[in-house]
C-alpha cells in the first residue's frame, strides 16, 4: 500500500509539474528579509499540516519563517541549518551558528563554500568569492537581512572574507529565485541574517578568541606584516521593557597572516626545435596580512501586536598588507640565451641553462584599504489579521584604495651594463621552478632600471606605482503588502514595488619610480643610484635561489631617492577611469501556496518580478585635436546609457508526500547585470598610418579597445528539481521551550536527523557577455588624430572597429549533485555522537560566441566538486575533519592595472579539522577549549594555460594555518 501510495503521488506530482512547466507561470525563492519577527501565537501543533498552516485562531501562516533556535556545538549547527532547508519554501541551503558569535569554518567564505553547489576560490591563502552551480561571482549576489551588498572591487563580486562571521546568526544561500526576493542572482543569492533579539528567548552574550600562526617562516619582513594574528570578538543580546524592546550589540577584531609562495613565468615560446620552453619568470616570497575590525548594532521594538521596527548597522574597516620580496628573470624573451644541452620531453623542455641573464630584483609592497557600510530599516504593520505592510529602506556602501609598488634593482643600467648571470632551470616538483643562479645579489647592487623597460617612455624606470579607488553604493527603499487567507489553495498574495540607486566610481593613480639626483627623463637621467639601508634576506631560498638585497622602497622615496614621474604623457595609454550609475525600478507580486492534492501536500510560491533599469556610464578619450602621446595630450569625458525592461516570471513548487519527504520543483527567469568595468564607455585609440588610405573598416587606420556602456543583461531560464528524504532523530537532546515552539524552524520540524537529496538543475543562458567582442565606429570626432593636412585628405575612411563586450553568448550550465546528512546513531546506538555530510556536484557547461563555432567552458566553472566532513561530538567533546575538493576550472585572477584575466586553475583537495572542549558543568561552566588547522593538506595553487599543466602561469603556496582559541557563553 505503501508503494501504490507513492507511486500514485509521484504521478500527481508528474501531471503537476508537466503543467506547470508549459504555462511557465514564474519562480520565487525566499525573501531575502524572510528573517520575519516574533509571532504572537501559542506552540505549533505536532501535526504537519496544522503546524505548518494555522495559529491558534485557525488563520492560514505563510511559509516565510526562516529563524533559528538557540544551538550549542557543531551537530545542534547541522540540525538547524537541516531544519532551515526542509521548512524553506524554495531550493536553498543553509547555515546556522553554533552558538552566539560562531558559525562553524574558519571564515563565512569557508563556511559557504562547504554548502552542496557551492565552491570558493581562495585568493592570497584565504577563500574568498563563491561559484554557486559553476558560475562565477559575479552571476551571484548578497544580502544582509534583504540589503543588497555593494562590492569593494572593481566590479559586483562579492568578496566574503571582508564579513566577519560572528555577525551571522545563520546564512541561508537560495538556489532558485522567487518573486518577492529583492536583489536576486542569475545563479543564487547568498542572504546572510544577523542577530534579531526579540527572535530569542532571553539574553545571550559570548566571547570568542583565538591565536593564530601559519606553518611557513615569515618570508618577507617588513612594516605591517608579521607570521602571527589574533581574532577576537564578542556579541551581546538583550531584552527590554518585558520582551518588546531588543538591542544586539558585536564587535570583531581580527590579524590573520599568511605566507605565499609565488611563482609566476611569464610565458612559453617555442626554440629552435619547436618544443615549449620558459620565457621568463617573476618570483616572490610574500608575507600577508589581513587586519579587520568590524562592529554590529541592532535596535529591535515591538511595542504591541501591530508594529515592529527594526534598525540594523554594520561598519566594517578592512586592511590587508604585503611585503613582496624577490627576482624577476627575464629569459628566452629577452637578451638572454639558452645554452646548448637543453632537455625536452614530448614538446617541453624540461631542463636547462640560460646565458647573458640581466635579473630584476623586486622589492614591492601592496596595500588595500576598505570600509564597508551598511544601514537597514524595516518597519512591519499587522493591520489586522488579514493584512500586512512591510516598509523596509537599505544603503550599503564600500570604499577601496588600494596601492601596488613595485621597485627595481639589479647589476646594472640596461642588459649592456653591470654582471650578467648563468640561470640553470629545471622542475623541483609539483610544477615548482627550480633556477640556480650563479651571482650573489647580496654585493653590486643598484637602484636601477636592469632590463631598461622605461626607455620607451623616455624614463629610467626603477619601479612603477598602479593606485586604484572605488567608491560603490546602492540605496533601496522597499513597500509591500501580503494578504493573507484563511482558506482555499493559497496561504496569502503579496505584492509591492521597490526601488534601488546604484553609483559606483573607478579611478586609478599610475606613476613611474624614477631616480632623483638630477634629471628625471631624457638622455641626461640618472641611471643608477646606491640602496640607501639595505639587507640580506632569503625570499626564496624555497626554490634554491640563495639571498638577496632587500629593502623599504617608502624609505626610498621619502629620502629622495626614487621619485615619482606620472605616466600621464606616456606612451602606457590612458588611466581606465570610470563611473556608472543604475536606478532598477520593481515591482512584484507573489502568490503563496498552502494546500493538499489528495494526501499529497503542496506548497510554495509563483510569481512576477518586472525589472526596469536606467543605466548610464562615463569614460575618459582623447580630445580632439590633441596628441596621444607627449605633454599635449588631453582627455574629455564620453558618456552612453541604455534603459530596458524584463519581465522575470519564477515558481517554486513543493510536494510533501510524507512528512520526510518532499520533491521540490522550481523554474525562473534569472538575470546578472554588466561586470562595471565592461560598462566603461571610455576609448582607447589609436592609429596605423599603413593603413591611411584603406577603404576597409576591418583595414583601417582607426581602431581602439574599451567599454560599452549599453551592455544589457545576462539572461537565463533557470530549472531546479530536488527530492529530499529527512531521517526521523533526536534534536541533540535540545529542549524546545514554548518561544522556541513559536520561532524556532528545528523546534517545528520536530527535530533533526539528517537526510539525504539527488538534485538536477539546468541554466540556458543567453545575451552572454562576449568580453571580446568587436563592433564598427565611427572615429570622425577624434580627427585629426596627430594627422597632417596632406594625411587627411588621403585617410580612406573614419570608421573603424572598437574591441570590446557585447551581448553575443549563448550556451547552458547543467548538472546533478548528490547530498548525504548522516548522524551514524541512525544506523546504531553504538555510534551515537559520530556523523557524516557527504556533497557531491557535477557539472556541465557549453558557451558559444558568434565566429567561434568551438564551445568553451563557462568562466569559474568545475566539473567536479565535492564536499565531506567526518564529525563527532560527546559530553563536550567535538571532533571534525573536512575536506574540500574542486576539479580544474577556468578561473580569473588579478592582472595589470587590477584588471581581471582567465586563466585555467588547477583544481585539488583542502583540509581543514577542528577540536574542542566544552565544559558543562562547575566553574568553568559555558567555557569552550578550541584548536583548529587550516589547509592542512598545503594545497598548492596554480594556473596554467593551453590545457597543457606543464605551463604553468602562476604557482602558489601558502602553508598551514593553525589556531588556538577560547570561546566564553555567559550562563
Not at 240 to 268: C, K, M, R, S
Not at 565 to 579: C, Q, R
Not at 897 to 902: D, L, N, W
Request: proline share 5%; with cysteine.
Amino acid at each position: 500500500m505503501v508503494l501504490k501510495h507513492n507511486v500514485l503521488a509521484m504521478a500527481i506530482a508528474s501531471v503537476c509539474l508537466g503543467m506547470c512547466a508549459t504555462a511557465y507561470a514564474a519562480t520565487a525563492p525566499l525573501s531575502g528579509q524572510q528573517q520575519s519577527t516574533q509571532d504572537q501565537a501559542p506552540a505549533a501543533s505536532t501535526d504537519k499540516a496544522d503546524q505548518n498552516s494555522k495559529d491558534a485562531d485557525g488563520k492560514r501562516k505563510s511559509q516565510k519563517q526562516l529563524q533559528s533556535v538557540e544551538v550549542n556545538g557543531f551537530i545542534s549547527s547541522i540540525e538547524n541549518s537541516t531544519a532551515l532547508k526542509k521548512n524553506a519554501d524554495s531550493i536553498v541551503e543553509a547555515v546556522s551558528a553554533e552558538q552566539v558569535g560562531k558559525l562553524p569554518g574558519t571564515s563565512i567564505a569557508d563556511t559557504l563554500g562547504r554548502l552542496p553547489g557551492l565552491a570558493v576560490q581562495t585568493l592570497n591563502g584565504r577563500p574568498q568569492v563563491l561559484t554557486i552551480h559553476g558560475l562565477g561571482p559575479d552571476f551571484s549576489t548578497a544580502l544582509i537581512n534583504g540589503g543588497q551588498q555593494v562590492s569593494t572591487s572593481n566590479n559586483r563580486d562579492v568578496q566574503f572574507d571582508q564579513y566577519p562571521s560572528s555577525w551571522f546568526d545563520n546564512v541561508v544561500v537560495h538556489l532558485s529565485p522567487q518573486a518577492d526576493l529583492i536583489g536576486q542572482g542569475l545563479s543564487g543569492t547568498v542572504d546572510m541574517h544577523t542577530i534579531r533579539p526579540l527572535d530569542k528567548s532571553g539574553p545571550e552574550a559570548a566571547v570568542n578568541a583565538k591565536y593564530i600562526w601559519n606553518s611557513m617562516s615569515e618570508l618577507a619582513p617588513g612594516k605591517g606584516v608579521g607570521n602571527t594574528g589574533h581574532n577576537v570578538n564578542g556579541v551581546w543580546v538583550n531584552q527590554f521593557a518585558d520582551h518588546t524592546f531588543g538591542v544586539t550589540l558585536g564587535v570583531d577584531l581580527e590579524d590573520n597572516p599568511t605566507q605565499i609562495q609565488h611563482q609566476a613565468p611569464w610565458g612559453y615560446p617555442s626554440d629552435a626545435n619547436g618544443d615549449a620552453v620558459i620565457g621568463g619568470s617573476k618570483n616572490y616570497g610574500i608575507t600577508d596580512s589581513m587586519k579587520r575590525n568590524g562592529a554590529l548594532a541592532t535596535v529591535q521594538w515591538q511595542p504591541n501586536e501591530f508594529y515592529t521596527g527594526t534598525i540594523d548597522l554594520t561598519y566594517d574597516n578592512f586592511k590587508e598588507t604585503q611585503q613582496a620580496k624577490g627576482m624577476e628573470f627575464p629569459l628566452w624573451w629577452s637578451s638572454a640565451k639558452l645554452l646548448p644541452g637543453a632537455v625536452a620531453q614530448n614538446g617541453f623542455v624540461q631542463s636547462g641553462t640560460y646565458g647573458n641573464v640581466k635579473p630584476v630584483i623586486r622589492n614591492d609592497y601592496n596595500s588595500t584599504s576598505a570600509r564597508v557600510y551598511n544601514f537597514n530599516w524595516e518597519n512591519k504593520f499587522t493591520i489586522n489579521e488579514n493584512w500586512t505592510i512591510n516598509a523596509n529602506a537599505n544603503y550599503s556602501r564600500a570604499t577601496n584604495h588600494s596601492v601596488n609598488l613595485e621597485s627595481y634593482s639589479g647589476t646594472g643600467y640596461t642588459p649592456a651594463n653591470g654582471a650578467l648571470d648563468t640561470v640553470g632551470f629545471s622542475e623541483l616538483g609539483n610544477r615548482l621552478l627550480n633556477l640556480s643562479p650563479s651571482l650573489n645579489y647580496t654585493q653590486g647592487v643598484v637602484l636601477t632600471d636592469p632590463q631598461g623597460w622605461g626607455a620607451g617612455n623616455d624614463v629610467v624606470q626603477a619601479g612603477f606605482i598602479n593606485a586604484p579607488r572605488t567608491v560603490d553604493y546602492l540605496a533601496n527603499v522597499r513597500l509591500a503588502v501580503e494578504r493573507s487567507f484563511t482558506s482555499g489553495p493559497f496561504s496569502s498574495v503579496e505584492f509591492g514595488v521597490s526601488n534601488s540607486r546604484r553609483n559606483k566610481t573607478y579611478h586609478i593613480d599610475q606613476a613611474f619610480l624614477t631616480l632623483g639626483g638630477g634629471t628625471l627623463s631624457g638622455g641626461n637621467a640618472v641611471k643608477t643610484a646606491p640602496i640607501q639601508g639595505g639587507s640580506s634576506c632569503d625570499p626564496l631560498s624555497w626554490m634554491g635561489i640563495g639571498s638577496q638585497i632587500c629593502y623599504n622602497p617608502f624609505a626610498l622615496i621619502d629620502n629622495g631617492s626614487l621619485v615619482n614621474v606620472p605616466t600621464f604623457g606616456s606612451n602606457t595609454g590612458t588611466p581606465p577611469d570610470w563611473k556608472t550609475h543604475e536606478n532598477v525600478f520593481t515591482p512584484y507580486v507573489q502568490f503563496n501556496i498552502d494546500t493538499h492534492l489528495g494526501d499529497v501536500s503542496l506548497r510554495g510560491n509563483f510569481g512576477m518580478q518586472a525589472q526596469h533599469t536606467a543605466q548610464s556610464a562615463t569614460g575618459e578619450r582623447v580630445a580632439p585635436g590633441s596628441t596621444i602621446t607627449g605633454n599635449g595630450i588631453t582627455l574629455i569625458p564620453v558618456t552612453g546609457s541604455t534603459s530596458y525592461t524584463r519581465y522575470l516570471p519564477s515558481a517554486n513548487l513543493i510536494f510533501g508526500f510524507t512528512d520526510n519527504d518532499n520533491l521540490r520543483f522550481s523554474a525562473a527567469r534569472t538575470l546578472a547585470r554588466p561586470r562595471m568595468d565592461q560598462m566603461n564607455a571610455g576609448l582607447g585609440v589609436s592609429g596605423n598610418v599603413t593603413h591611411l588610405a584603406s577603404t576597409d573598416p576591418n583595414q583601417a587606420y582607426f581602431s581602439a579597445s574599451g567599454g560599452n556602456p549599453k551592455l544589457k543583461p545576462t539572461m537565463a531560464d533557470n530549472f531546479n528539481v530536488s527530492y529530499e528524504h529527512y531521517f526521523s532523530g533526536p534534536a541533540s537532546g535540545y529542549e524546545c521551550n514554548s518561544a522556541d515552539q513559536k520561532n524556532s524552524d528545528l523546534c517545528r520540524s520536530g527535530g533533526g536527523g539528517g537526510y539525504f537529496s539527488v538534485s538536477g538543475y539546468f541554466i540556458g543562458l543567453h545575451d552572454y557577455i562576449n568580453p571580446n567582442s568587436s563592433f564598427l565606429y565611427n572615429f570622425s570626432s577624434f580627427l585629426p588624430f596627430t594627422l597632417s593636412p596632406a594625411q587627411l585628405s588621403q585617410l580612406g575612411t573614419p570608421y573603424g572597429i572598437v574591441s570590446g563586450p557585447t551581448n553575443q553568448g549563448r550556451g547552458y550550465v547543467k548538472g546533478l549533485q548528490g547530498t548525504l546528512n548522516l548522524p551514524f546513531n541512525l544506523l546504531t546506538p553504538v555510534l551515537d555522537g559520530f556523523g557524516t555530510i557527504l556533497t557531491a556536484n557535477r557539472t556541465k557547461s557549453s558557451l558559444v560566441y558568434p565566429g567561434n563555432a568551438t564551445p568553451i567552458t563557462v568562466p569559474g566553472l568545475s566539473k567536479w566538486v565535492a564536499n565531506g566532513t567526518v564529525y563527532y561530538q560527546h559530553n563536550g567533546f567535538e571532533a571534525r575533519i573536512s575536506d574540500n575538493y574542486r576539479s580544474n576550472f577556468l578561473g580569473e585572477v588579478s592582472g595589470i592595472s587590477a584588471t581581471r584575466i582567465e586563466q585555467t586553475l588547477k583544481g585539488g583537495s583542502s583540509f581543514d579539522a577542528q577540536v574542542s572542549y566544552t565544559f558543562d558543568s562547575g566553574r568553568f561552566k559555558g567555557l569552550t577549549l578550541i584548536a583548529q588547522g587550516s589547509n592542512l593538506s598545503n594545497k598548492i595553487f596554480t594556473t596554467f594555460q593551453n590545457n597543457d599543466p606543464r605551463q604553468v602561469q602562476m604557482w602558489e603556496r601558502y602553508g598551514r594555518t593553525y589556531s588556538l582559541g577560547a570561546s566564553y557563553k555567559f550562563q
